[in-house]
C-alpha cells in the first residue's frame, strides 16, 4: 500500500488484517497437520506503528508511553518506579467514553487516546533496531553535550562549538570509526549532529572503548 502513515489508512485498507488478528487474540488455537496448538501473539513494529495501532497520540504528546500511564516530562524521574505509574492496556485505553470529543483536554484526561484501538493486544514489544536507533541517539547528544560543557568549563568555548578542543577530539574519535559525522548549533543550548545510520552506530559501538574515551568524567571540585 503507498500512503502516508496514519490511523486511518490503516483502519481504512487492513480492517480484514486486524480482523483476523483480533479473532486469534480471543481464541489463541492454531491447528497444524491435524494437530491444535495455543500461541501467544505479540505486537513488534517501530514506535510511531504501536501508536497509531494503539490509537494514541504522536510520539512528542504528553502521554507517549505505550507501557505505562506517566507523562513524557516524568519519564527521566529515577525516584519513581515503573510501579508508580499505571499499566496501560486494551481494556484501560476503552475506559474512557467512546463519545469524548476529541479536544486537547479531553485527550488530556484520556491519557493520550485519539482513537480505538486496532488490534485487542496487550503485549508489545519494539523492534531492537529502532530501539538501538533512539538509545544511541541520546547517547551521542550527551556526549556532545558533555564535551561542549567541558570547554565551557576550560574557557575554550565560542560561538561556533566545533572550535572546542573536546568537541573536536569527540569528532575526530568518531570519524576515526569510518563514519562521516559534523556538529552544528542551532543555537546556544541545542545541537544538531549528523543522522547516522544502523550500520554507521554498529561501527562506533564496536570500536574500541579504551580508544574513544576522549570525554572525560565530570569533574567535582
Not at 505486537?43 to 505505550?66: E, I, P, R, S
Not at 510501579?83 to 467512546?98: C, G, Q, S
Not at 558533555?146 to 569527540?170: T, V
Request: with cysteine.
Amino acid at each position: 500500500m503507498k500512503a502516508d502513515e496514519s490511523y486511518v489508512n490503516l483502519a481504512e485498507n487492513f480492517t480484514h488484517v486486524f480482523d483476523e488478528i483480533n479473532e486469534l487474540v480471543k481464541n489463541p488455537i492454531v491447528t497444524i497437520d491435524h494437530q491444535q496448538y495455543k500461541v501467544i501473539l505479540y505486537l513488534c513494529c517501530d514506535y510511531k506503528m504501536f501508536l497509531q495501532v494503539l490509537g494514541l497520540n504522536a510520539a512528542h504528546a504528553t502521554y507517549a508511553c505505550v507501557w505505562r500511564n506517566v507523562k513524557i516530562s516524568q519519564r527521566c524521574d529515577m525516584t519513581k518506579t515503573i510501579h508508580d505509574y499505571k499499566k496501560r492496556t486494551i481494556e484501560a485505553l476503552l475506559e474512557t467514553d467512546e463519545d469524548v470529543p476529541k479536544t486537547q483536554d479531553c485527550i488530556q484526561k484520556r491519557k493520550g487516546r485519539v482513537n480505538n484501538p486496532l488490534i485487542d493486544l496487550d503485549n508489545w514489544i519494539p523492534d531492537e533496531l529502532h530501539l538501538m536507533l533512539r538509545v544511541t541517539d541520546v547517547l551521542t547528544r550527551n556526549l556532545i553535550n558533555a564535551a561542549a560543557n567541558q570547554d565551557r568549563k576550560d574557557g575554550r568555548h565560542s560561538e561556533n562549538i566545533n572550535d572546542g578542543p573536546m568537541i573536536q577530539k569527540l569528532v575526530e574519535s568518531i570519524r576515526s570509526c569510518g563514519v562521516p559525522f559534523k556538529i552544528r548549533s542551532a543555537d546556544k543550548k541545542v545541537f544538531c549532529f549528523t543522522s547516522l545510520v544502523g550500520s554507521d552506530k554498529l561501527n562506533i559501538i564496536k570500536k574500541d572503548t579504551r580508544e574513544n574515551q576522549t570525554v572525560p568524567a565530570n569533574r567535582h571540585h
